[in-house]
Antibody
Framework: QLQLQESGPGLVKPSETLSLTCTVS??????????WGWGRQPPGKGLEWIGS???????FYTPSLQSRVTISADTSKNQFSLKLSSVTAADTAVYYC???????????????WGQGTLVTVSS | IVLTQSPGTLSLSPGERATLSCRASQSLSNNYLAWYQQKPGQAPRLLIYGASSRATDIPDRFSGSGSGTDFTLTISRLEPEDFAVYHC?????????FGQGTRLEIK
């Protein structure tokens, strides 16, 4: 059974960089059948997609966050990571890592999510 | 693409039928729309993809329909465990986007 587990600091200071890692078990991030990515959910609000990385290392970011986001992968550890720079209170959210799978037409929906980790931006 | 879900909150009793709506600001080619269920403190759970295909192990009381800009999630007979927040998501155009969610609560 595929499992994704987020890890990283739960508190980040304004203007600093948020860094999270997702450890995948029960599947390989090296598979060419999937994308791996991050979403977030501010308290009491809806979901927002941040971006994805393919097995080959190609990245795709939501335009509103693109200037501040970096997603990378370490296939030797079966992990992928999120860095979000210059954070503000508006970046306070539960951050989820996730897998995207193809519906057979080269379009990818999210089929598995990690449990999520709350990151608070505060001094 | 902006997704608008309605109603914001739906109050029903176990055994009743629930109908949740998701409207897209642009037509979704090939019906690239998914539905998720989320309970408090939990990650979203995939219910439907491709507008109408049920995900693995999802009970058949959950069904999805629609095309173009108008999509519906129907729960035929509500069980106590179905009361949760439901999100729609489009994955046809980048970036993927979500609706704001519909809260399904016990009446």
């Amino acid at each position: 059974q595929l499992q994704l587990q987020e890890s990283g600091p739960g508190l980040v200071k304004p203007s600093e960089t948020l860094s999270l890692t997702c450890t995948v078990s029960g599947g390989s991030i090296n598979s060419n059948s999937y994308f791996w990515g991050w979403g977030r959910q501010p308290p009491g609000k809806g979901l927002e997609w941040i971006g994805s990385i393919s097995h080959s290392g190609s990245t795709f970011y939501t335009p509103s966050l693109q200037s501040r986001v970096t997603i990378s992968a370490d296939t030797s550890k079966n992990q992928f990571s999120l860095k979000l720079s210059s954070v503000t209170a508006a970046d306070t959210a539960v951050y989820y890592c996730a897998r995207r799978t193809s519906d057979g037409n080269n379009h990818y929906y999210v089929d598995y999510w990690g449990q999520g980790t709350l990151v608070t931006v505060s001094s | 693409i902006v997704l608008t879900q309605s109603p914001g909150t739906l109050s029903l009793s176990p055994g009743e039928r629930a109908t949740l709506s998701c409207r897209a600001s642009q037509s979704l080619s090939n019906n690239y729309l998914a539905w998720y269920q989320q309970k408090p403190g939990q990650a979203p759970r995939l219910l439907i993809y491709g507008a109408s295909s049920r995900a693995t192990d999802i009970p058949d009381r959950f069904s999805g329909s629609g095309s173009g800009t108008d999509f519906t999630l129907t729960i035929s007979r509500l069980e106590p465990e179905d009361f949760a927040v439901y999100h729609c998501q489009q994955y046809g155009r980048s970036p993927i986007t979500f609706g704001q969610g519909t809260r399904l609560e016990i009446k």
